[in-house]
């Protein structure tokens, strides 16, 4: 006796394919996008070759200047061009390196920056939550401020992501020592880490590896 029509078993054949056409295809353009990634180490090229160690690093100009949004939004911000040129309208103003920055500006238009560091649309991060429970800037970008070009430091991976979910008091921080790039775990990390963990109120290691974590 034939439980299922034959339409319904033609259904049921095309929508396998069709799951099966939509996995391969998620794979194949997940493949291209870490192909199309930044490799780790290697300088990115801007139209501007800004430089992270002279501004702030020989300079001092702290991150939040710039990425004034970092500790309260998900996003750490570009600075507007305005930013920039609260500094070079005074400071090399005819600099032949720094003219897209002018011309940009003069026509209230923006930089057209090369992404160092980029999530898939389907990742969900927020800076701001990182920095409020003890996870410092360089923890994922390295030492930024010695960086002539910046580079990509971290693969952010989702399996990278999920070593730090699964152990975050191996990097936890005080926050006082957010924004040091020379931080580096202390030899009683583990103590410091347990000791964070309940300052900062995290979520259990069950909460922050579930998916909807970072995939709402």
């Given at each position: 006796m034939q439980?299922?029509?034959?339409?319904?078993?033609l259904a049921l054949k095309l929508g396998a394919l069709g799951a099966l056409a939509v996995i391969v295809a998620s794979l194949f353009l997940w493949r291209r996008y870490i192909e199309l990634q930044p490799a780790i180490g290697d300088p990115v090229a801007q139209v501007v070759p800004f430089s992270h160690k002279h501004h702030a690093g020989d300079d001092g100009i702290a991150c939040r200047y710039c990425h004034s949004s970092v500790g309260r939004a998900a996003f750490a911000g570009i600075p507007?061009?305005?930013?920039?040129?609260?500094?070079?309208?005074?400071?090399?103003k005819t600099a032949p390196v720094l003219a897209p920055l002018r011309?940009?500006?003069?026509?209230?238009?923006?930089l057209r920056w090369s992404r160092v560091n980029e999530l898939p649309d389907f990742v969900y991060f927020d800076h701001s939550i990182h920095i409020a429970k003890g996870i410092g800037c360089s923890s994922c970008h390295g030492e930024v401020d010695r960086m002539p070009l910046t580079e990509r430091q971290a693969p952010l991976s989702m399996q990278w992501c999920l070593a730090c979910h699964r152990n975050p008091e191996s990097q936890l921080r005080p926050q006082s020592q957010i924004f040091n790039m020379r931080w580096k775990p202390p030899a009683n990390q583990r103590e410091l880490g347990q000791r964070l963990r309940l300052l900062y109120h995290l979520h259990s290691t069950d909460v922050l590896t579930a998916c909807s974590t970072c995939h709402h």
């Open positions: 439980v299922f029509s034959p339409g319904t078993v507007p061009l305005s930013t920039c040129m609260t500094c070079h309208s005074q400071l090399f011309t940009a500006f003069a026509g209230g238009r923006p």
